[in-house]
């Protein structure tokens, strides 16, 4: 096909300078009632992108649409680009095609390549996130100009698969914007292959393969196979005449294209381009239906956890969430007062990290791999007295190199942390009573109950709520098993760190603080060992244990979420204290034994194990290891639920006998599934990644200054310190606190507690993303909203552990403008 000289057609070209928006990626919100977009990908090179994207587009305009065709980046002659070809062969109705490239480079190489090639590399490569927000900014921009129904095409260059100008594969690099997608199959010999793996990678990623089109070729007939099979897979196959052998005479080959054109495009052909175009729209009007029908249709059928529904009435009030990538959702919450030329979706940042499971942002391609690699090889296998790669890799990974190295001797595998935390019960209590069984009969057994602290939270199932004093999240048939120590907590007041010592370790009646020499100094816990409140913390603890022992309450397990309790309020419990707790219980100031003592210790780190408070595991920063721990969130990198609990060898000998009844009868229909393992497999190798990763060492870097010259902090966190310690010095905040990924605001209220409302309303304005101008609004004005979930008074934010710092300091600037004014 000839293409016009840029003497007789000019189309609009955008610079490849193109400026950093000083925001995160916000591609995602792409969806407009009166702007139909399809992105269209081919199965491979050479298979006739342009030539039906220019027979859609010709066909759109020729309905009467407004049509803008977009080729985000070009190689090769001018002459001889696809968006020169689309304006030059519009028809009739071309004055309503408006054709541009973003990106040109003049090598006919691939865009990766000729990007590199361009003024011999004098001139940086556009990253994948500028390259994104130009594409996402013109989207915006035509919906914005258009005013009425107009169909927009987004070609992309070469296969599914080949180089964006990053390197990034185009598939990989264009899924933030979640744009639908038209399938362009290949009609030559191999290309039944080439087109059902370019679906599959399609599908592989979340896309919506809207239609699959493909040149009707009479000799390898790859057509006839195609429509059969993905017809069965409920995707529309079009199949169009192929163009006619180019001409040798540029003139005869453009009256040839044109007769093409107006052929296909012709509204009497059946099945032709023009049907095809009906079709897309009735694809585009099914998506936005669905999505504004979907909020009552979920009151009418879902019941929420932790919802009151009673509260939630009005469809407005349902959070729609049409896609995720990275740290956002693409969401929407119906508004008939809605600006029609403002996309449905919009950007919302996952300020909880999906409920502290997010670990490397959604739709994380390497775990999507690992899933898919997993669930191919193997789907479910059954795991009791046998064993698979996956599930063995892993348990050797947690007990010999992970947060069990030095201590553990067992994995045992569940479905959750909940249930994983019943697991570690059970051998808890198992363990004591075979040691103390002789004055103990089944009732007392029965009645042991566990040593831990108000506020925790170790998950919804009986029995991990038994382990739990009395609160909101406990039911009519809980009963309280045990004795819970009020804990001193760890936060920043006015901009400095302070440990704050409750009423029931006071000399008051009253809570006070304890000013501390730096957050650094709170979290040496060898060197505060021998301080006066650490024989505060033992004279308090040991008078308990007598008065609880004098009562003839018995106790099998100390049971604590170390360093952070999460649910109970996002409390940052002073190390120190449980360092003396575990060492009292134990009757030892080592934990170096192997065997337990006193009762066995449970570490519940389903929240903050595996570097979601800045370490792999909280025993070395305690000093003392823990007889059982438990793992999952992060393990899995919030895309599969998946849970282990490790167990050390003397905990592990209290069921080992040659009787099966003695056996840790305990399981579940998917333990140990390979697709769980996998995918944990595939997270520990990005986090070890990420632990010499430039922002890590950036941000631990920002926390060591705070400490003074030379002296490094013991924590850290993705948050600023500045920050921090600014939010701290707010009036209306009682206390900040920040380790790793999670940033918590303790508001003032005098009806603190988890029924407080406070912190809900002190954030509402977080959730309404700024106005499509505030692009380049100051900071603050971020146009996306925050999807963020409270605890009564207390607010908290979590980020991915990839988090870039980027997307942070936005997140920070907002926060601020909403409550630091």
Excluded at 304 to 322: A, L, R, S, Y
Excluded at 463 to 475: H, L, R, S
Excluded at 647 to 663: G, Q, R, T, V, Y
Excluded at 743 to 762: C, R
């Amino acid at each position: 096909m000839s293409t016009v000289d840029g003497s007789q057609v000019e189309s609009t070209r955008i610079l490849t300078r193109t400026r950093l928006f000083p925001f995160p990626n916000l591609g995602m919100a792409s969806l407009y009632k009166h702007l139909r977009v399809h992105q269209i990908f081919g199965a491979n090179t050479d298979v006739g992108k342009t030539i039906l994207t220019t027979a859609l587009s010709r066909a759109s305009a020729a309905k009467k649409f407004p049509v803008f065709y977009l080729k985000p980046v070009s190689t090769g002659a001018l002459d001889d680009a696809d968006d020169r070809h689309v304006t030059r062969f519009g028809g009739k109705a071309s004055k309503l095609i408006h054709a541009e490239c973003l990106f040109q480079y003049d090598e006919p190489v691939s865009p990766h390549l000729a990007a590199r090639l361009k003024d011999e590399g004098r001139v940086e490569v556009p990253s994948d996130e500028i390259f994104i927000k130009s594409v996402a900014q013109r989207i915006r921009d035509h919906a914005r100009k258009s005013g009425k129904a107009a169909h927009m095409y987004v070609e992309t260059a070469g296969g599914v698969h080949s180089p964006a100008l990053s390197g990034t594969t185009q598939i990989d690099c264009y899924r933030p914007l979640f744009l639908p997608i038209v399938l362009i199959g290949d009609s030559r010999l191999g290309g039944i292959s080439s087109t059902i793996s370019a679906y599959d990678s399609l599908v592989l990623r979340g896309y919506i393969v809207d239609a699959v089109i493909i040149f009707r070729d009479e000799y390898y007939r790859n057509w006839e196979y195609l429509t059969e099979y993905f017809k069965e897979r409920g995707v529309h196959v079009s199949v169009v005449e192929p163009p006619p052998p180019r001409h040798s005479d540029p003139t005869e080959d453009a009256k040839a294209t044109e007769a093409y054109y107006e052929s296909v495009v012709s509204p009497d052909i059946v099945n032709g381009v023009s049907n095809i175009v009906d079709y897309l729209d009735v694809r585009h009007a099914v998506r936005v239906q669905d999505i504004e029908s979907m909020p009552q249709r979920t009151l009418d059928t879902i019941w929420w956890p932790f919802v009151q529904h009673g509260t939630v009435k009005d469809p407005k009030d349902v959070t729609v969430i049409d896609s995720a990538y990275g740290d956002f959702f693409s969401a929407t919450r119906l508004n008939n007062e809605r600006d029609s030329s403002k996309s449905i979706l919009f950007p919302e940042l996952d300020g909880s990290a999906s409920w502290w499971t997010q670990t490397l942002g959604h739709a994380h391609p390497s775990l999507t791999m690992a899933a898919a690699r997993a669930s191919g090889r193997y789907g479910h296998v059954m795991f009791p007295q046998a064993t698979h790669i996956p599930a063995l890799r892993l348990a050797e990974r947690l007990v010999h190199k992970g947060p069990g190295k030095g201590w553990a001797s067992r994995a045992f595998f569940s479905d959750n942390g909940s249930t994983g935390m019943e697991v570690a019960l059970k051998m808890a209590m198992r363990a004591y009573t075979q040691r103390n069984g002789a004055g103990l009969d089944n009732e007392s057994k029965k009645r042991l109950g566990v040593l831990g602290l108000k506020g925790s939270y170790h998950g919804d199932t009986i029995g991990a709520m038994d382990a739990c004093e009395e609160g909101v999240y406990t039911c009519e048939w809980h009963d309280a098993k045990g004795y819970w120590f009020e804990p001193p907590s760890v936060g920043f007041k006015d901009g400095k760190p302070i440990i704050t010592v409750p009423s029931s370790l006071s000399t008051t009646e009253k809570a006070h603080t304890v000013p501390a020499k730096s957050l650094s100094w709170i979290y040496d816990v060898e060197d505060r060992l021998h301080t006066p409140l650490a024989r505060a913390y033992a004279l308090y603890v040991s008078r308990a244990l007598e008065s609880i022992e004098k009562r003839g309450q018995k106790l099998g397990a100390l049971v604590i979420e170390p360093l952070l309790m999460g649910a109970g309020g996002m409390i940052f419990v002073d190390p120190l204290f449980q360092r003396v707790l575990i060492d009292t219980v134990r009757g030892r100031r080592s934990g170096k034994s192997t065997e337990w003592s006193g009762m066995p210790v449970i570490f519940d780190e389903v929240f903050v194990g595996l570097n979601r408070i800045g370490m792999e595991s909280t025993g070395p920063l305690l000093g003392v290891n823990p007889d059982i721990s438990v793992n999952a969130k992060v393990l899995t990198g919030g895309l599969i639920p998946l849970c282990v609990t490790l167990a050390s060898k003397s905990i592990f000998n209290a069921f080992l006998s040659d009787k099966k009844a003695e056996a840790l009868l305990h399981g579940h229909s998917y333990t140990a599934h390979p697709i769980g393992c996998e995918v944990a497999n595939e997270t520990l190798a990005q986090i070890d990644k990420l632990e010499k990763s430039e922002e890590w060492t950036a941000a631990k870097g920002k926390w060591d200054k705070l400490q003074g010259e030379g002296e490094r902090s013991k924590v850290w966190s993705l948050w600023d310190p500045q920050f921090v310690s600014e939010v701290s010095k707010l009036p209306k905040v009682k206390e900040v606190m920040s380790l790793g990924c999670v940033l918590a605001i303790n508001f003032e209220d005098d009806a603190a507690g988890y029924t407080s409302s406070f912190a809900q309303n002190a954030l509402q304005s977080l959730k309404e993303p700024s106005p499509e101008a505030g692009m380049s609004a100051a900071p603050g004005g971020a146009p996306y909203g925050v999807h963020y979930r409270t605890l009564g008074n207390v607010a908290y934010f979590m980020t991915s552990l990839n988090t870039k710092a980027s997307v942070i300091r936005s997140i920070e600037d907002k926060i601020w403008s909403t409550i630091g004014n």
